[in-house]
């Protein structure tokens, strides 16, 4: 009976120890409630509003994958947003209309796996809420459960964008709003035009971006609006404001990450760049001038030199292998392998004699 119960005692403990490893947290602290966000934890909207009530400019960027996400992780940006930009810049349309959900989610994982410390929000795309309000629910839902975002945004501001924006707000999805210049609206807009330009136009930017806020939106964009209407806008409200060619007033920026980096240095994207984006880098030059050197170094043969070339077979493999050949009837295969030996071996004597 002594040995059974220290038996039983074992398990109970090996059981326990697999329990443990099984969990991120110990478990006393499972249910605990949530910790204090420390600077390595994902920022919160409880941040974001503490930023907004002390005055601090909130920072957002786009990121389309991995690699994006994690500068801009690294950068320190409070919110990512997964564009549907992405239309444009990563997929090469001319609008943001063909972007579909599934498209959409795939960039929506690979960012969530890159950036750990941003808020994550997820554009709906171009069709996927304009339906009715469930249509709307469904596909937030997904982007929050399949696409590993913690909010989503919507464009525009018409009485059913706004009942879709409060259905999504009430079935526990955090929303960003979007007013002002709406590309997916540019079939009724007539092209991507600034928007507040005239009284009637500047007084329904401020009256839609209140209306986004009584529906329980966290913030709103303002994209390509006038100073003048940036400025109302974010006093009228109590959420913060993200300029995207609407000024310095407003509680936040936000630009595409492709455009401020100057990605894509070409006569076609130059002319698509907006007036307002300015370029903190010319990294398509420094892209185009690589693969030119490249190419280059490939078709004159001086890439891959022997630095480069770092995989070894010691001497008696090499004539081992090249026998193997002979016996084959591979003589031509077996000179090849020959020469291969001892051509990096020629070029470090050139390269060290040089020096």
């Known amino acids: 009976m002594a040995f059974l119960h220290k038996l039983s005692k074992a398990s109970s403990l090996a059981g326990a120890s697999l329990i443990r490893r099984l969990s991120n947290v110990p478990e006393n602290t499972v249910y605990g409630g ?22 601090e400019p909130i920072t957002m960027v786009t990121a389309y994958d991995y690699p994006s996400a994690v500068h801009l992780d690294t950068a320190g940006i409070d919110i990512c947003l997964v564009g549907d930009s992405a239309s444009m810049v990563v997929h090469g349309h001319d609008t943001t209309l063909p972007i579909t959900l599934d498209e959409m989610l795939v960039h929506c994982r690979a960012v969530a796996r890159g950036a750990k410390r941003p808020l994550l929000v997820g554009d709906l795309p171009f069709g996927t809420y304009e339906t009715s309000t469930s249509q709307a629910v469904d596909t937030a839902v997904r982007i929050l459960k399949e696409g590993g975002m913690d909010a989503i945004k919507l464009e525009g501001g018409s009485p059913s964008r706004i009942t879709a924006a409060k259905a999504i707000v009430e079935a526990g999805i955090a929303v960003i709003g979007h007013v002002g210049l709406t590309p997916q609206a540019i079939s009724v807009l007539g092209g991507f035009r600034p928007q507040g330009k005239n009284v009637a136009s500047a007084v329904k930017v401020v009256e839609t971006a209140m209306a986004l806020q009584e529906a329980g939106c966290f913030s709103v964009v303002l994209e390509c609006v006038p100073a003048p209407v940036a400025a109302a806008a974010t006093s009228a409200l109590q959420i913060p404001t993200i300029g995207i060619g609407a000024g310095p007033f407003c509680s936040g920026q936000v630009l595409v990450y492709h455009d401020l980096l100057g990605m894509l240095q070409h006569p076609h994207h130059a002319k698509v760049t907006p007036k307002f984006c300015k370029q903190f880098a010319r990294v398509g030059d420094v892209i185009n001038k690589a693969l030119l050197e490249y190419k280059e170094e490939v078709t004159n043969g001086s890439f891959p030199g022997p630095s480069h070339t770092p995989y070894k077979m010691n001497p008696k493999d090499v004539n081992g292998f090249s026998k193997e050949l002979q016996r084959l009837g591979l003589d031509d295969a077996a000179s090849a392998a020959n020469e291969a030996a001892v051509e990096p071996e020629k070029m470090n004597m050139v390269n060290t004699g040089s020096n």
């Not at 910790?35 to 930023?51: C, G």
């Open 34 to 55: 949530p910790k204090p966000q420390t600077p390595n934890q994902r920022v919160t909207l409880n941040q974001l509003r503490q930023k907004y009530k002390k005055g």
